[in-house]
C-alpha cells in the first residue's frame, strides 16, 4: 500500500526564496490581459474532477526555482507585460509568490492569480500562509474552484466555471479582461517539447 506523504511537510521542504513549480512559459496571451509570463506552481489539495492540471496536484519536489531567477526570467522579456501565477494551488506557496510579484511589479509588470479558494476564505484568518501578503500584491484575482458540472467554455467568458469569479484590483486592468476559457496555445521549447495553454491556466506537456 503506497502512504500518501503529508502536504503540509512537502512544503516544508522548499528552501527559502524558492518555489516548487510545474512549469514555466513567456509570451502566453490565454492567461490574463496581454502578453504575459505565466507560473504553474507544484500542489494542490482539491483534486477536482475534470481539472486540467493533475500533474500539479502532488506535493512532491519537481522543480526548485530560485524566486530571483525567476524574477530576472520574466522581466528579461520584453514582451512580457505582466505574469500570471496558477498551478496547482499558488496560495499554498503564497509567501514566495508574493515576494516574486513585489519585485516584477517594482519593474512596472501586473500581477495576476488564479486560485481554487474564494477571496473570502483568502481573507480569513484560515487562509494560507501569506495570503494577505499575495493578496496585496495583485492587480487581477479569478477564485474559486474549478466545478466540472458548471463548466463554461465560450469566447465571451474569462473562467472556465460558472461559480468563478474575476476580481480587478487595478482599475487600469478594468477593460482588459478580455482572453477566454475556449483559447489554448501551443508553447515550443528549445528542446522540442510543448506546452499546451489555456482553459483556467491549463498545462500539459507533450514531446
Request: glycine content about 8%.
Amino acid at each position: 500500500m503506497t502512504v500518501k506523504k503529508n502536504p503540509y511537510l512537502e512544503l516544508l521542504e522548499i528552501p527559502p526564496g524558492y518555489l516548487n513549480i510545474l512549469g514555466y512559459v513567456d509570451e502566453s496571451e490565454v492567461n490574463g490581459p496581454g502578453c504575459r509570463a505565466v507560473v504553474w506552481v507544484q500542489g494542490c489539495l482539491r483534486e477536482c474532477p475534470g481539472c486540467f492540471n493533475p500533474d500539479s496536484w502532488s506535493f512532491e519536489i519537481n522543480q526548485l526555482m530560485a524566486v530571483d531567477t525567476l524574477v530576472e526570467k520574466i522581466t528579461s522579456n520584453p514582451c512580457n507585460e505582466g505574469v500570471t501565477f496558477s498551478g496547482g494551488e499558488p496560495f499554498w506557496q503564497a509567501s514566495a509568490l508574493a515576494d516574486l510579484a513585489r519585485q516584477v511589479k517594482a519593474r512596472g509588470l501586473n500581477v495576476m492569480s488564479f486560485t481554487g479558494f474564494t477571496l473570502e476564505k483568502l481573507q480569513s484568518e484560515y487562509a494560507p500562509a501569506g495570503s494577505q501578503d499575495l493578496l496585496a500584491q495583485l492587480d487581477i484575482l479569478i477564485d474559486g474552484a474549478y466545478i466540472q458540472s458548471l463548466a463554461i467554455n465560450s469566447p465571451d467568458s474569462p473562467v472556465s466555471s460558472s461559480n468563478q469569479r474575476v476580481h480587478v484590483f487595478n482599475r487600469a486592468l478594468q477593460d482588459r479582461i478580455t482572453w477566454a476559457s475556449d483559447h489554448t496555445e501551443i508553447h515550443v521549447l528549445k528542446d522540442g517539447s510543448r506546452i499546451v495553454t489555456g482553459y483556467l491556466g491549463q498545462m500539459s506537456l507533450s514531446d
